[in-house]
């Protein structure tokens, strides 16, 4: 099966309603999570709606036939060339941040005000920063993650079961395992080259890393402690314990070229009650498990972390906010935001004990507010309630649209 006519929903009902809408669309991931072919299908979708293929433009910074174009100038020189009889045209740019000050270009297309823009990247921050500075108002930026439970499900064409649930958490979501067989010697070959690839091009050329060795040490102790509180402390504790002479100030800038390349994901700790963000101690979730086993391996000791992280990405895929909830010295694993609607959700693996219990529903117990609580957990029969709070196995929450 082509993943060109794999369509994702989610993404698209979003892209959709700005076809032909004077704002320019940019599509935000990692490397690999199917931007390329999300380009693909709203070209398709254009050609349904009869506009006519000379009037589409498509430019993959990635593929040879375009390596001259280097620049703004260049992009700009060669849309200029396929521009027919000065009609409407509709431009897609694939990996625009390769392109030197590849802002203007656009800038300098949309002020002409017939074109209609797409384009992807791999860098969240270069992206939506240099776009803010240049077109701030004039466009929209949507995020396209790995796949989904459901969308892993229906790629590759399987019943969801504990069976097929454990392939997804072990090998993960990108798209290309459709072409695959689901065996770690395969799955895991293909992945650890996604991983050199993003390491290599998005943060080590980019950003001109010195010492590669520790970039690789840092990404394994962040997949040890996928969900863990990072501070200065465990930084400094980790520098010690790799015997390298590195500030905390440098390895922070490291966390940040990664959660850049949106390889990781920073989430931050805040009061559950007020608006405050607190400074110090952040948590680390991988774009895709996939990926992170292929790391350090897939262990089932660390099912908990790993849970913790699809969890997470459900919610995001959902479109939420998330923060870590401090309410005292209590932690709420997930405070999710989106609009006026909010939700807490705790994670465990079994709720087995009282002990257990009294943790997990405890916490969200002491939150005086009406809004929605869910403790997600392994347990086969885990719908039900506790107190008003709804338990709900993992599979059912992931299979949820919020």
Do not use: W
Not at 230 to 237: A, C, F, P
Not at 265 to 282: A, H, L, N, Q, T
């Amino acid at each position: 099966m082509n993943k060109k006519y794999i369509r994702r929903k989610y993404v698209l009902d979003k892209i959709i309603p700005f076809i032909d809408k004077d704002v320019i669309k940019v599509i935000i991931g990692q490397r690999r999570v199917g931007k390329s072919y999300l380009l693909y299908q709203i070209m398709d979708i254009l050609k349904e709606k009869e506009v006519k293929e000379e009037n589409i433009i498509y430019i993959n910074y990635e593929l040879h036939e375009f390596a001259f174009i280097k620049t703004y100038k260049d992009l700009l020189g060669y849309v200029k060339k396929k521009i027919i009889n000065r009609k409407k045209c509709y431009i897609f740019i694939d990996e625009i941040q390769e392109i030197e000050k590849f802002e203007k270009a656009l800038e300098s297309l949309q002020a002409e005000g017939r074109h209609d823009i797409y384009c992807t990247g791999s860098n969240a921050n270069l992206l939506s920063s240099e776009l803010a500075t240049y077109i701030s108002g004039r466009y929209i930026e949507i995020k396209l993650y790995s796949l989904s439970y459901p969308e892993f499900l229906f790629f590759h064409k399987l019943e969801n079961n504990q069976e097929t649930f454990l392939k997804y958490i072990k090998y993960g979501g990108m798209p290309f395992l459709i072409n695959l067989e689901l065996k770690d010697e395969f799955v895991y070959e293909y992945l650890r080259n996604i991983y050199n690839t993003i390491l290599l091009k998005d943060i080590v050329r980019k950003y001109s890393i010195r010492n590669v060795a520790f970039l690789e040490r840092l990404v394994e102790y962040l997949a040890d402690n996928t969900g863990c509180l990072v501070s200065s402390k465990s930084i400094s504790d980790f520098l010690k314990s790799q015997k390298i002479k590195l500030s905390p100030n440098v390895v922070l800038n490291y966390l940040h070229f990664l959660s850049n390349a949106v390889f990781i994901f920073k989430v931050r700790r805040s009061d559950v009650y007020g608006k405050k963000i607190f400074e110090v101690g952040e948590k680390y979730y991988f774009e895709d498990l996939g990926l992170r086993h292929s790391i350090i391996g897939y262990k089932q000791t660390d099912i908990n972390k790993i849970m913790e992280n699809l969890v997470f990405l459900h919610l995001k895929i959902n479109g939420y906010k998330v923060t870590i909830g401090k309410l005292k010295d209590k932690e709420i694993d997930f405070v999710c935001d989106r609009g006026d609607d909010r939700m807490y959700v705790q994670t465990a693996y079994l709720i087995d004990n009282q002990k257990t219990i009294d943790r997990e529903f405890g916490n969200l117990l002491k939150i005086k507010d009406n809004h929605p609580k869910f403790v997600v957990s392994m347990d086969e029969m885990a719908s039900g309630k506790y107190k008003g709070i709804r338990q709900v196995n993992i599979r059912e929450f992931l299979a949820h649209k919020f």
